[in-house]
Nanobody
């Protein structure tokens, strides 16, 4: 069992930055690939970024490439999402997820554990 707690969301103006954190507890963190997903009101959940266990491989949605960076610190059991050049369309609840495999994937159905989410609101 893995527990995930996100933090770092908030209200920011367009063009600004936020860094989300996701602290994991439970089983060995380095056994898991980690992902970030988001869901805007009235929309389906969508993939944002994912990182494999060693942080060598990362995946990004086209909509965030060049603006967002996923990273992890296995010594702190934490995964991060640095979000720069934020746009109003980035407004959503952001969820951290853990996959019981070392390989990063962009399919949310392949993730086993989810956090409660943190709200990110970008004003124009």
């Amino acid at each position: 069992q893995v527990q995930l707690v996100e933090s770092g969301g908030g209200l920011v103006q367009a063009g600004g930055s936020l860094r989300l954190s996701c602290a994991a507890s439970g089983r060995l963190f380095s056994d898991y690939a980690m992902g970030w997903f988001r869901q805007a009101p009235g929309k389906e959940r969508e993939f944002v970024a994912a990182i494999n266990w060693s942080a060598i491989i990362s995946l990004y949605a086209d909509s965030v490439k060049g603006r967002f960076t996923i990273s992890r610190d296995n010594t702190k059991n934490t995964v991060y999402l640095q979000m720069n050049s934020l746009k109003p369309e980035d407004t959503a609840v952001y969820y951290c997820a853990a996959r019981g495999s070392s390989s990063a994937r962009d399919n949310g159905d392949l993730y086993d554990y989810w956090g409660q989410g943190t709200q990110v609101t970008v004003s124009s």
